[in-house]
């Protein structure tokens, strides 16, 4: 059975830091393009970053460019997502996925977890 499970989620002050893990059992996920994916409250879920498989680069979305960035652990099994400068707009449930065929689209996911709320406030 795969699991993807996220931790690292918190409340936190705008321009404070975060790292979210995602930690799988079952899979391996060097052998996944892993995204990173957020949906505020009331919005849709949209995608924040991207590893591939091909060459492990990582993409971002405009809006969090320089701030988050993401990385592998391959003996933790685990995809973690660095966060700095937070901003109040990034809060949102923070989801990571699994994707075999390295589209990294919403729609294209195999596998996803359940999310950890982040929370940015003063």
């Known amino acids: 059975q795969v699991q993807l499970v996220e931790s690292g989620g918190g409340l936190v002050q705008p321009g404070g830091s975060l790292r979210l893990a995602c930690t799988a059992s079952?899979?391996?996920?060097?052998?996944?393009?892993i995204g990173w994916f957020r949906q505020a409250p009331g919005k849709g879920r949209e995608g924040v970053s991207c590893?591939?498989?091909?060459?492990?680069?990582?993409y971002y979305e405009d809006s969090v460019k320089g701030r988050f960035t993401v990385s592998r652990d391959s003996a933790e099994n685990t995809v973690y997502l660095q966060i700095d400068s937070l901003k109040p707009e990034d809060t949102a449930v923070y989801y990571c996925?699994?994707?075999?065929?390295?589209?990294?689209?919403?729609?294209?996911?195999?596998?996803w977890g359940k999310g950890t709320l982040v929370t940015v406030s003063s």
């Open positions: 996925a699994a994707d075999s065929l390295d589209t990294c689209t919403v729609d294209g996911m195999d596998f």
């Open positions: 079952g899979i391996t996920l060097d052998y996944y393009a």
């Open positions: 590893i591939d498989v091909r060459d492990a680069k990582a």
